[in-house]
Each structure stands twice: as C-alpha cells, then as structure tokens.
C-alpha cells in the first residue's frame, strides 16, 4: 500500500477559498503601495549564503534553510573535518546558496547591482514568500508570504510618518479596526546600552528586550545576566519594564534618561518629528504608541522602528513590522545609501481577519451559469453562447462530460451555481435556451440576446 502523501511542517496548502481571501488582503495591500508610489520587484526565492548571512543576527542566521550544492556535494570536505562533525567548516563547502529570510536583504543586493539603472529616491513594493527554519506555531510558518516596502535613498523623517499612514489606510481599508502601531527608535537603545555601560552588549540587550511581552520581566533579566550583562546595570534599566504613560510623557521622561546620550536624544528627537506630524495627519483607525521595550532583533536597524499588534482580544504576535536602516547597502558596497521599510504579515493577518469574521462575503468569484451536456451537439451550440457570456464578464461554465442530469445537477448544488442552462433538440431547433433558477426552481425560455441581458 502506498505511503499517505504529506506536506513538511510549517507549510500549508491553499483551497480557493482560501487563495481567495488571501488575494483579497493583497489587493488590498498592493492597492495602497502603489497610491503610494511604490513600484514592484521581484527577487529569486533564493540566494548565495554570503548575500544572507551575518545580516540577522545569531539567531537569525540559525533560522535560514540551506540549500544543499548539487552533485556530489561532499567531496570538497576533508575526512577530519567529516569524521569531526564540524559544522561550522563543513557548511560553507557543502551549502553556497539559501532559501531568502526576506525581502529586504534581498532589495538591499539588488539596490547595488542594479543602482546605475535607478532613480533615487526609489519606492519598492514586493509580495514574495520568504523561509525560516522556525518551530510551527499559530501565525508562525516556515514558509509564509512578506508584503513590503522600503524607501532607499533619502534620510527624510517623512517617509516614517508615511508608513505609519500606510499601516493606517491598510487597515482601514480591511476594516480592521483597534491595530496599534508601536514605534522606538534604535539611537535610544543605543543610548541607554550607553547609559548603563553596556554598549559592547547592545546587540544582546535589545534581543532580550524584544521578548519582554513574551517571558516577562524575570525572563529579560535571566537572559540578559546570561550573555554576561551586570546586575547593576540591569537594575539601572529595571524602570523601563514597566515604562508608563501617554507617548509624549514617555518622550519627556527619555529626555531626562538619556540627558547624557548624544546619540540617545537625536533618537528622542526623531520620535518627536513623528509623533507631531502625526498629531496633525491623525490617524482613521490605528493607534501610534510609544513602546520603548520595542527592539526588533534585527542587526540592521539604526533609526525607528516599528510594530503592528493586533486588535486586542486577539491572541496573535505581531502582524506587520519595519524600520529605518542607515548602512544595510554598506555590507554590499554601497555606503551612505539610508533606507527605511515596512512589511505586512500577510499569513497573519489572514488569521486575524478570520478570528473577526471580516471577510467579504462575495469574497470568491462564483459561477453564475453552467450548460448542462447532453452530447458534443448540444455542448457546442452552448459553447458559442458561452464565449459571448465570459466576454461580458460573466461567469459560465459548460459541464465537460455528458453525465447523467442528476451528477450535473448536483455539481451546480455543490457550487452555489445559482442558473444552469439547458439545450435539447427542441432548443437547437428554435434558437432558444432553457434557463432554470437553482433557488426557485422556475424554467424559462430565452434567445441568445435576451439570455446574456438577464445574466449580466
């Protein structure tokens, strides 16, 4: 007996209801880049490790799926450096390309190959699958979709506050109500790690940070004595944990941390831009808040960043993020080239979508009319009309095989095909149809003018 067939773990097949609503959430997101002035690209699924690696941090790089070479790829590794399990010497020999992390270091690279052919500032879209090599959980997947766009060529603190306006009419847009857009600055990190004197730590520091809302305050603290960060700086920071206020209190209050962080108050500073042109572009559905445990364990931040949680009452993680990175283009050499982006999580906002019952009902475009077949006549004559009927933008289908009526009948059941068409000798003759009404049962006989009118 043949092995049940099955799909890797944190992967998904899609019905077409499915494909439909995901679609739906596209459009959507696509819609609004491009009233943005985005423009699309797209990138191979994967990439040369080299063009990846070292740009996620420790616990990025961990995530990224290897791609074996082809052929026989273990002849380039020596028998001690086999027998030794060596990953770190063995990987390199055996794996030189990887399935991409996301998109934006992807968009980095091809900024620099392709800069003598782009106008700068330039405005990107993508909708791409990206892998990560993550244990499965709910709204997290080893392969899943980024919506993004980036901005690279200008240090403009506007572009910020038009991606926060972005997130706004996304959601807006999917009625989507309650998201909040939670924003930080990297410089204020930076500052405090100062502060604190823990600089050469920073990197360690904000990666426990991020996961403040997800093992608590005692969690952070283990994990940052744990990369070698002193209690006493720790309890220097303990007040932020418990960070509290309106924005613009929160904002007050860094001031005054951070009196003595050059680098901490041009943060500050930046916030302030955003927060004040917000106040005077409100927002139509989302919330802008300060949260200053917000770190994004991303190596390549260097300005704001930022993060989209879900309504409350909705248990889900994350459902968009991004930031300004001032050097990423520099890795590939490129310098002084600044960027800034945000991505859309498509997967989970699906879920979340789902989870409110938001979905359009009429989100799946439906068949409006099937042909019944009673022979290759018969689905010839109905053919003809067909064309004309796709060609006014309506749904029809011939049922391919002459089937019993009871199987054809049923398949129209099945679909919700509200109107089949039925053609006999007696229609063929006359030049007529036989239109039945699948709700009420009714028959009636039209030409091929008066048939296309009425299901227009």
């Known amino acids: 007996m043949a092995q049940k067939p099955s799909i890797p773990k944190g992967t998904r097949d899609f019905s077409p209801i499915t494909v439909a609503k995901r679609n739906y959430i596209i459009e959507s997101i696509k819609n609004r880049f491009q009233l943005n002035g985005f423009q699309p690209i797209e990138t191979p699924s994967f990439e040369n490790s080299s063009t990846l690696l070292?740009?996620?941090?420790?616990?990025?790089?961990?995530?990224i799926f290897k791609i074996l070479n082809s052929g026989a790829y273990l002849t380039k590794v020596?028998?001690?450096?086999?027998?030794?399990?060596?990953?770190?010497?063995?990987?390199?020999?055996?794996?030189e390309k990887a399935l991409r992390?996301?998109?934006?270091?992807?968009?980095?690279?091809?900024?620099?190959?392709?800069?003598?052919?782009?106008?700068?500032?330039?405005k990107r879209y993508q909708i791409q699958p990206v892998w990560r090599a993550d244990r499965p959980q709910k709204g997290r997947f080893r392969?899943?979709?980024?919506?993004?766009?980036?901005?690279?060529?200008?240090?403009?603190?506007?572009?910020?506050?038009?991606f926060i306006k972005l997130y706004d009419t996304v959601f807006t847009d999917l009625e989507l109500e309650g998201v909040t857009i939670k924003i930080n600055n990297r410089k204020i990190l930076s500052g405090i790690a100062a502060v604190?004197?823990?600089?050469?730590?920073?990197?360690?520091?904000?990666?426990?940070?991020?996961?403040?809302?997800?093992?608590?305050?005692?969690?952070?603290?283990?994990?940052?004595?744990?990369?070698?960060?002193?209690?006493?700086?720790?309890?220097?920071?303990?007040p932020l944990f418990t960070f509290s206020g309106t924005s613009q209190e929160k904002i007050i209050m860094l001031k005054t941390l951070l009196s003595e962080s050059e680098e901490g108050l041009k943060g500050v500073e930046e916030l302030t831009f955003i927060f004040d042109a917000i106040e005077k572009l409100p927002l139509q559905t989302a919330t802008l808040t300060l949260d200053i445990t917000l770190a994004r364990g991303l190596n390549y931040y260097t300005g704001a960043i930022v993060e989209v949680a879900a309504p409350a009452g909705v248990d889900m993680g994350s459902i968009g993020g991004g930031g300004r990175y001032d050097d990423l283009t520099g890795v590939f050499g490129l310098k002084n080239m600044s960027g800034v982006g945000v991505s859309f999580g498509l997967d989970r906002i699906y879920l979340v979508l789902e989870e409110l019952d938001l979905f359009p009902e009429t989100i799946v475009p439906?068949?409006?009319?099937?042909f019944i077949n009673f022979g290759d006549q018969e689905a010839m004559y109905g053919m003809q009309l067909i064309q004309k009927l796709r060609a006014d933008g309506v749904i029809s289908e011939l049922f391919p095989d002459a089937a019993k009526m009871k199987k054809q009948m049923g398949y129209a059941d099945k679909k919700k095909i509200p109107f089949v068409v039925l053609i006999g000798?007696?229609?063929?003759?006359?030049?007529?149809?036989?239109?039945?009404?699948?709700?009420?049962?009714?028959?009636?006989?039209?030409?091929?003018?008066?048939?296309?009118?009425?299901?227009?």
């Open 101 to 122: 992390y996301d998109l934006t270091v992807p968009f980095a690279r091809y900024v620099v190959q392709h800069q003598n052919e782009i106008d700068f500032p330039f």
């Open 143 to 162: 392969e899943f979709c980024q919506c993004d766009a980036d901005v690279v060529g200008s240090t403009s603190l506007w572009q910020e506050v038009d």
């Open 366 to 370: 439906q068949t409006k009319v099937l």
């Open 54 to 63: 070292g740009k996620y941090g420790e616990e990025g790089d961990r995530l």
């Open 425 to 456: 000798t007696t229609e063929m003759e006359s030049g007529m149809y036989t239109i039945k009404d699948m709700n009420t049962g009714d028959q009636n006989k039209m030409n091929a003018e008066e048939l296309i009118e009425f299901l227009k």
């Open 196 to 238: 604190i004197g823990a600089s050469d730590k920073l990197i360690d520091f904000t990666i426990a940070l991020d996961k403040l809302d997800k093992i608590g305050e005692a969690g952070v603290i283990k994990e940052m004595l744990a990369k070698g960060i002193p209690e006493p700086a720790i309890s220097k920071i303990q």
């Open 78 to 95: 020596k028998d001690e450096v086999y027998e030794g399990r060596q990953e770190e010497k063995m990987t390199p020999l055996i794996s």
